[in-house]
């Protein structure tokens, strides 16, 4: 929260001045039509290390690539304002989002070239709020894998190592 007077209910002089945010980012497609030529391990670790461009969404919630191993990828995020609920917290959204893209890129990991995957289901438990500019450590680990179905988990860690929120996921493989 700001340490400025509150603004006035009705009174629009009072809430001071607004303030934006600017995102850009790569056409997705020509990436994704590289990417089904990689394994999902070769493609993500190509887009950690800056040989691809990242995702529009991880560009738009601020999620960077740290690690990804077979069956497990490690992101960093540090959420901005901009991401508050009408509470002044980070907003349960880009938790969850932030949660299934680590589940979704785990499965992506063991995936060969050509295939995909899309979520089918994510339950998410959200344990402690976050405020913006909180450096948060996003895991996603493969449970088990399939070749129609498999199902991961996903947690969130703030710098102490508190656990934020975790998930688990049921996501579709998708053969090319």
């Known amino acids: 929260m700001s340490d400025t007077t ?18 850009t980012w790569h056409d997705p497609v020509p990436t994704a039509q590289v990417g089904l030529q990689m394994s999902g391990l070769d493609y993500l670790n190509a887009m950690g290390d ?7 969404i991880a560009k738009l919630i601020n999620l960077e690539g740290v690690t990804a191993s077979e069956g497990e ?25 932030a949660l299934d893209s680590a589940a ?13 995957y899309t979520s089918t289901e994510i339950k998410v438990n959200y344990m402690r709020p976050v405020m913006g500019g909180t450096e948060l450590t996003i895991r996603g680990w493969v449970t088990k894998p399939g070749r129609r179905i498999a199902f991961a988990e996903a947690e969130i860690r703030d710098p102490a190592g508190k656990l ?13």
């Open 104 to 116: 979704g890129c785990a499965v992506h990991t063991t995936l060969p070239a050509g295939v995909g």
């Open 6 to 23: 509150p603004p006035q209910v009705g009174d629009p002089s009072s809430w001071g001045p607004e303030r934006s945010r600017t995102i």
């Open 164 to 176: 934020v929120a975790n998930a688990t996921s049921t996501l579709l493989i998708l053969n090319a």
């Open 50 to 56: 800056g040989g691809l461009p990242q995702s529009p």
């Open 73 to 97: 990828i490690v992101f960093r995020c540090v959420p901005d304002e901009s991401t508050y609920n009408p509470l002044g917290i980070v907003h349960g959204g880009l938790i969850c989002t």
